[in-house]
Structures are given as C-alpha cells and as structure tokens.
C-alpha cells in the first residue's frame, strides 16, 4: 500500500513538472523576443494558428500529432516534449532527494528556470535579467526558512560572484558573461558559500568536457554558453552538495 502511495504522490510531481515544463517553453520563445509571457495565446510560430486546449496538454498532443501543426503540419520543435519531459522528471528527482518539503517545491522553481535559462543562453548566449531575479527571489525565500543558516546564505552569494565579477571587470567582459555573475550570486544565495562553491567547479569542469568534445565532433568554436553548464552544476550542488563535501572530506581524512 505504501508503494502504491509513494507511486501516486510521484506522478501527481511529474504531472505538475510537465504541465509547468509547457509554460517555460513559452518563456524560452517569448522572453528573447521581450514579448508577455501570460497576456496573449499560445499559437503556432509558422502560421500563427492559436491552439486549443487540446493542443497543449503535456508530450500527449506532440506525440498525437506526430510532431506537427494542426493546421499548416508544419514540424514542431523537439524542444517542446524534451524540455516537458525534463522539468517533470527532475521534479520528481528533486523529491526524492530532498523529500515532501517546502524546500522541494522552492528547489523544483529553481530547476524550471535553470531549464530557461539554459536554452535560452544556449541559443543566443545572453542570461535574461528577469530569470534570475526569480532565481534571487527563490533564494531569499529559502533563507528565510533555513534563517539560522542566514550568514551562510549571504556569504555564498558572494563567494563565487565576486572572484567572477572581478574576471569580467578585467577582461571587459570577454572571460565571462554578467549574466553569469549574477547567476552565480543569486544561485550562492539559494545553496550557500560551500555548495555554490561545488557548483561552480561542477559547472566548470562539465563545461570544459563537454565543449572540448564538441568542438572536436561539431567543430564548434572557442566561444561558450556557460549558463547551461553553470546550472547542471547547481542543480547536482543543490540536491547533493552535502553528500559530495563530506565524500570530499574524508578523501582528505577528515572526519565531520
């Protein structure tokens, strides 16, 4: 009986993950382009066809129209159902590590825009301001419940930001985006000066690996989006940052 609860609890997140997953798509469109989010109707980029109800439930309506428009049958972008598929799934991961919480819910928020963040910094390299306010208002809601911790909080959102800010006063920008700066002092805010710490060089070494092999497959250039990066590093910092200071601690022989 338990596993059947803990199954059902499961797919209601996933459920919420997806149907959420649906909206940062129409951010990730609409955001580079400065349009409202909320104001007018979802509708298909080629034909301008507005969609109904029944073309926007969740991975089902891509799946039944095998990709394409209704009306003109133009194709849809993959990113539809991969980035659904994505925020559902991560949700869940996101409560089955951290449990049924508030700070469940604040950390799935987190994750869904890291999800924007990262398409939308992938295709046009640039960080939207407004992302990562949300991210910075998520952060001073999660420290306000862990209050006792506040110093902590406060110190990692300028842990990582301030040496990166440094670099891009420096190099004019050239080394690294503002974008990032101010990614990495909202996220320091979120997970505090050692987990943001851990992100960073997550990030960085993910970056680095990653990038090498494309510009060795896709013969992709020097220049990088390190957005996405940066946030696959918060993202395994926030869920299991404790778990891998204190592996990193003990590899160093030192017992906490």
Known sequence: MEVLYSILCYSVVFLYGIIIGSFLNVCIFRIPKKESVSKSRSHCMACGYQLRWYD?????????????CRKCREKISIQYPLVEALNGILYVIVFLANGYNLTSVIFCLV???LIVLSVIDWRIYEIPLSVNIVIFLLAVCHTAIDYQNWISYVIGMVAVSAVLALLYYFSGGKAIGGGDVKLMAAAGLLLGWQKIIVAFLLGCVIGSVIHVLRMKIEKTGSVLAMGPYLSAGIVLAMLWGDEMIRWYLRLCGINI
């Open 111 to 113: 994750v869904s825009a």
């Open 56 to 68: 926007l439930v969740p991975i089902m309506s891509y799946v039944c129209l095998k990709g394409r």
